[in-house]
């Protein structure tokens, strides 16, 4: 049984309630600041000041965006990537609003005229942050909608390259008695019954020329056991659905036999 570093908890325990509570604080001090001033009342019992929803606008938007950013059994790299950018957009607009506070404070910053900036500054906020966490949803649902339809492809068993009979040429068989001279059909030249077979061509291969270009262009994610989904496919090789997802299908035998 592995003890527990109770130490270790309750460090981590008190650095996060301390930020959240100066970041807190901070940041609706600078939304108070910026005319946020009004409150409403919840079930006419408590009073929810407009200025505590910059901070909890702020903070929800990236803890939503890093946790997308950190699944990797749910998503994929791109969608990882754009939810990691959004998270790190959040953090900023968090240190940025906690220095901006502390200056104004301090009375290292006046805004005198300049009030105007700090209103819309901290205005945008909360709209910004909206269309930013619905951009990476969307992102993020397409992705698992890909992940879905492509199920079935990826469960897919491995047919075996299916080898062609040599071409046939025609059989010519020749009717009984057909060279002996007959009274009847002395002049007439002898009957053949030819039998023409139809040709084996094989079909054309119309990805070969496609697969050592998607596994060199998502070696990557071969490596990494993580083949790449239908979509990304379909952007980066510039190429229809049904190709991207026999390519798809192409790269998860390639991780299979790197595994």
């Known amino acids: ?42 079930f006419n ?4 000041r ?10 929800a938007y990236g803890i939503a965006a890093t946790r997308i950013a950190t699944n990797k059994a749910r998503y994929s790299a791109e969608v990882r990537g754009q939810a990691f950018h959004h998270a790190l957009a ?10 901006v506070f502390h200056l104004l404070e301090a009375h290292v910053i006046v805004l005198g005229g300049y009030a105007w900036v700090l209103v819309v500054a901290v205005s945008i906020v909360p709209p910004v942050a909206l269309g930013g966490l619905a951009h990476v949803l969307s992102v993020a649902a397409r992705d698992e909608v890909e992940a879905v339809a492509a199920e079935p492809v990826e469960d897919m068993p491995v047919i075996p390259r299916q080898v062609h009979e040599p ?11 057909a060279g002996k001279p007959n009274a009847d059909t002395l002049d007439e030249p002898p009957v053949v019954d030819v039998e023409v077979q139809p040709e084996l061509v094989p079909g054309p291969d ?11 262009t998502f070696l990557a994610e071969v490596v990494q056991g993580e083949p790449p989904t239908v979509r990304t496919i379909k952007d980066r090789m510039n190429v229809g659905t049904d190709r991207a997802r026999r390519l798809q299908a192409y790269l998860g035998q390639l991780v299979e036999v790197t595994q």
Do not use: C
């Not at 939304?31 to 919840?42: D, F, K, N, T, Y």
């Not at 019992?45 to 929810?48: E, K, Q, Y």
């Open 206 to 216: 119309v990805d070969a020329s496609y697969r050592p270009v998607a596994a060199a």
């Open 1 to 42: 049984m592995v003890r527990r570093d109770w130490i270790l908890i309750v460090a981590v325990v008190l650095v996060a309630a301390s930020t959240v509570i100066a970041s807190f604080t901070a940041q609706s001090g600078l939304g108070e600041r910026a005319g946020w001033l009004a409150s409403v009342a919840l």
């Open 90 to 99: 959040a953090v900023a607009v968090s240190v940025v609003a906690n220095a």
């Open 45 to 48: 019992t408590v009073d929810l």
């Open 50 to 59: 407009l200025s505590w929803l910059l901070p909890l606008t702020v903070d």
């Open 167 to 177: 071409v046939v040429p025609p059989q010519v068989t020749q009717v009984p008695d």
